[in-house]
């Protein structure tokens, strides 16, 4: 275990093309969950965490993010625009200058999902080991992912380590868009565009790829009937709770 991360990177770039007609004129995580953009609560999150610098990237329809991210006092917000989209890990690499020598969070800037107990950013700060880890990943049971309907990413020995699901096989796990990247993983990437993916699987190789179970809720946000689907979710489990 090493010191809580003190910088992140919230991954904001995409089209959110499953996302139309909302997408049209409005970038994803500007997209609203019961009232606030999903690009704010999850700054807010970082901003519980202890994150001090928070890295977003940009592309489409970025000025309007920029905008909007104007008026908040913290965590500081540096911006890394792509003139061509970089996907996942090209876009993370592109930013490594900004984000430092330390490890860092890395979130997708459409993740949408309640804690646990303990917030899921302090649960994957307490379990991050760099000796042994170069990628921590937050993961959600496949069968409970709410409005997710896919065969899952990953299976996770007792110890934590991840195995990526092999082809025609279910996997117990998705990776929740949540995680602790070390800047060594980058080494020898790829320049350009490409996935995360990449480098997930040069991590499990060598046995450096680890998880965590989140033990929260988990949605999937993608298209404008599972936006409302969630929205519904939410405003029953507030309801149920007393909370408004």
């Known amino acids: 275990m090493t010191d809580t991360p003190k910088t992140a990177m919230v991954l904001a770039a995409g089209l959110g093309q499953r996302m139309r007609p909302i997408t049209d004129s409005l970038p994803k995580p500007l997209v609203q969950v019961r009232g606030r953009a999903m690009l704010d609560t999850i700054l807010d999150r970082l901003e519980d965490a202890g994150i001090t610098k928070v890295v977003v990237n940009l592309h489409y329809l970025g000025e309007m993010i920029e905008a909007h991210l104007k008026g908040r006092s913290g965590p500081q917000i540096v911006f890394s625009e792509e003139e ?21 969070f890395v979130l997708n800037g459409d993740v949408c999902w309640l804690d ?27 069968v409970s992912a709410f409005g997710y309907e896919g065969i899952g990413d990953y299976l996770m020995d007792p110890s934590g380590r991840l195995r990526r699901r092999q082809e025609r096989q279910i996997a117990p796990f998705i990776h929740a868009g949540i995680q602790i990247l ?37 949605y999937h946000v993608g298209t404008p009937e599972e936006l409302r689907a969630v929205e519904d979710a939410l405003h029953y489990l507030a309801e149920s709770s007393g909370q408004r």
């Open 116 to 142: 646990g107990l303990t917030p899921a950013l302090r649960r994957l700060a307490l379990a991050w080991d760099e000796k042994e880890m170069d990628a921590l990943l937050l993961l959600h049971p496949t």
């Open 182 to 218: 070390h800047p060594r993983l980058f080494a020898g990437a790829p320049a350009g565009s490409f996935s995360l993916n990449k480098l997930y699987d040069k991590a499990q190789e060598a046995e450096r790829l680890w998880g965590l179970r989140h033990d929260g809720e988990w």
């Open 84 to 104: 061509d989209l970089l996907e996942t890990g090209g876009g993370v690499t592109k930013a490594l200058p900004l984000l430092g020598e330390d490890p860092f």
